[in-house]
């Protein structure tokens, strides 16, 4: 399980991680109409840390961190793990499903923008032209138009979810500078288990015990966030990205917000509406420009000596 993966079957891994992750907004839209969003990622990175513990188990993948590896096990669990899922459930009650994941993928522009600033990259003329496209794709979503800027929570909302992707960008910027000791799969199910217990501490002193009204639909989708969304799609992602090129599963990733808003208008029904559609266009076309562009220039440099 630790060698790399064929040419198929990292596809076909690629694929489950998009469509998982894509399909999961819509899911986490549900959950917390009937959960409090801390209680909601709590409680599924429960059964995710259930799930990746047997995963890993059987594929001799559980290590104990050295103590090098400990600030990125924090990263991780801290700003993606924690913040990101939490403002994404908190902003995704006042937000559709659709909008909130394009405002969620933005992550990669906050990082070719913040990056330079820091000292941890280049701005090349790719990544200026591509974070120009997101940031226009980002007004057309935000548009009063297209969010209603009279109500508070809509808009609160909106500000959560953007804030979720610039916590992500930190946790990928802080993550690249990061040496790694153990491999990333090793380090997962300490990442998903700080995440846990922040989570759950976090709820409750927030919200106390949760009071659930169990049925089969939130246990179903409970059961779908946590061993889908996040623990196959985490696990199947590091095995991935042995196999494939960072280049390709960058641009791959794009898919991920169209699948998002195909499936909640299957899902839920929501509508997609032509902000939505070109936002959502502007913002995959950035990426990929951002992205693809800055590698040919590297690619050409590295030719040149």
Do not use: Y
């Given at each position: 399980m630790n060698s790399p993966l064929s040419p198929r079957t990292a596809v076909s891994l690629f694929l489950i991680v998009v469509l998982a992750w894509g399909v999961n907004w819509s899911v986490t839209k549900q959950l917390v109409q009937f959960v409090p969003p801390l209680w909601t990622a709590a409680i599924r990175s429960w059964i995710a840390l259930t799930g990746l513990f047997v995963i890993l188990g059987l594929s001799n993948n559980l290590v104990i961190?050295?103590?090098?590896?400990?600030?990125?096990?924090?990263?991780?669990?801290?700003l993606h793990m924690t913040l990101f899922s939490t403002l994404v459930a908190a902003g995704l009650r006042f937000l559709p499903a659709s909008k909130g994941i394009v405002l969620g993928y933005t992550t990669p522009l906050w990082v070719a923008l913040a990056a330079p600033l820091l000292g941890k990259d280049t701005l090349t003329t790719p990544k200026v032209a591509g974070a120009l496209l997101g940031l226009a794709g980002l007004?057309?979503?935000?548009?009063?138009?297209?969010?209603?800027?009279?109500?508070?929570?809509?808009?609160?909302?909106?500000?959560?979810?953007?804030?979720?992707?610039?916590?992500?960008?930190?946790?990928i910027i802080y993550i690249r500078a990061h040496r790694w000791i153990a491999s990333p799969l090793q380090l997962l199910i300490w990442q998903v288990l700080v995440a846990t217990i922040v989570l759950s501490?976090?709820?409750?002193?927030?919200?106390?015990?949760?009071?659930?009204?169990?049925?089969?639909?939130?246990?179903?989708?409970?059961l779908y966030s946590?061993?889908?969304g996040t623990a196959l799609a985490y696990w199947a992602m590091s095995m991935v990205n042995k196999s494939i090129s960072a280049l390709t599963t960058s641009l791959g990733t794009t898919a991920t917000p169209l699948v998002g808003i195909a499936s909640a208008a299957i899902l839920l029904g929501e509508p997609i509406d032509i902000s939505l559609a070109i936002a959502a266009a502007l913002i995959v076309a950035g990426i990929g420009l951002a992205t693809l562009g800055d590698r040919l220039l590297r690619d050409q440099a590295i030719a040149r000596g």
């Open positions: 961190p050295e103590r090098r590896d400990i600030p990125v096990v924090l990263s991780v669990a801290l007004a057309v979503i935000l548009n009063p138009a297209s969010i209603d800027w009279t109500n508070v929570n809509v808009l609160l909302g909106a500000g959560m979810v953007i804030l979720a992707a610039i916590c992500w960008a930190a946790n501490i976090a709820a409750t002193i927030t919200d106390g015990l949760p009071h659930v009204e169990w049925s089969w639909k939130p246990v179903q989708l409970f946590g061993l889908i």
